[in-house]
């Protein structure tokens, strides 16, 4: 059987592309660590690594072996945080949801919620795009409010919520502030306002020219300024100012709220806020 700790050591390796950098990462010395994946390739049968004196590159099979030890590494780190929560005296559903999105409903869901029989308290976690489904699926939340299609919610149990049409929010006073509405193409023809760009999962940003943005209030103002545009679900216009203005893009996709926990959740707390969250 493979353990958890070669396949750590196999990810510090293939991240870094770099035997000596590793084994600075994993605080431990080189030798060990080679000797380490040396025999996790004996146990496989495959080469994982391409070793030459000047790089270190991932093998096909190596690739794929990356992919999914972060997987399980992720799992059993998920299982670890999940377990310590359930060992609380004091029990509590820690719920992520995207800073900004689904405001009114959030602040329905946990009033609602809280008049329930045995409800428990309910730790809100705000993040910034892509952070509560991260925190979903590394144990650090019980549930989460995600919006699909920005969302990926592949392996969680779900329920949709509510569907919105997007628009585009401009600078008030722009020329096309007054228009019925807008196309997608219009919207990237905006190159005096370009959309903007928002951190991958490894924090780096797509080549573009928008401004790079990591939250829901710095864009605002980028837009006030006349700085950037953006596409946005409809709901977010209750939290616009004065000095932007909206227009709907019917060819936008549509965006999807809904409720997620892990498929092997047996949380009496998660179930009662997911049936709350469905009947409102």
């Known amino acids: 059987m493979v353990e958890t700790r070669e396949l750590r050591y196999f990810v510090a390796v293939a991240e870094e592309l770099h035997f000596g950098r590793a084994a600075q990462r994993l605080g431990m010395a080189q030798p060990p660590l080679s000797r380490a994946i040396q025999q996790l390739e004996r146990r496989l049968g495959a080469v994982l690594l391409h070793r030459s004196a000047r790089a270190v590159a991932l093998t096909e099979a190596g690739s794929v072996l990356l992919r999914e030890a972060r997987l399980v590494l992720e799992a059993v780190e998920a299982a670890e945080r999940r377990t310590r929560r359930a060992a609380v005296d004091r029990p509590a559903v820690v719920l992520a949801t995207k800073a900004g999105a689904s405001s009114e409903l959030l602040s329905k869901l946990l009033d609602a919620y809280a008049a329930e029989p045995g409800a428990v308290a309910v730790e809100v976690v705000l993040g910034g795009p892509g952070e509560p489904e991260r925190r979903l699926r590394n144990g650090s939340a019980d549930v989460a409010l995600l919006l699909r299609p920005y969302d990926t919610t592949a392996g969680f149990e779900t329920e949709d919520l509510y569907t919105e049409q997007q628009v585009v929010v401009l600078p008030a006073g722009h020329p096309l502030a007054g228009r019925p509405h807008m196309s997608m193409s219009e919207v990237h023809a905006l190159t005096e306002l370009p959309l903007p760009r928002w951190p991958r999962p490894d924090g780096s940003y797509p080549e573009g020219p928008?401004?790079?943005?990591?939250?829901?209030?710095?864009?605002?103002?980028?837009?006030?300024?006349?700085?950037?545009?953006?596409?946005?679900?409809?709901?977010?216009?209750?939290?616009?100012?004065?000095?932007?203005?909206?227009?709907?893009?019917?060819?936008a996709p549509a965006v999807t709220t809904v409720i997620a926990w892990p498929p092997h959740s047996r949380s009496q707390a998660v179930a009662d806020l997911v049936r709350t969250a469905t009947r409102l």
């Open 210 to 251: 928008g401004p790079q943005v990591r939250d829901h209030t710095q864009l605002i103002q980028l837009i006030a300024l006349g700085r950037a545009c953006a596409v946005m679900p409809e709901s977010l216009r209750a939290q616009l100012r004065d000095d932007h203005a909206i227009v709907p893009v019917p060819d």
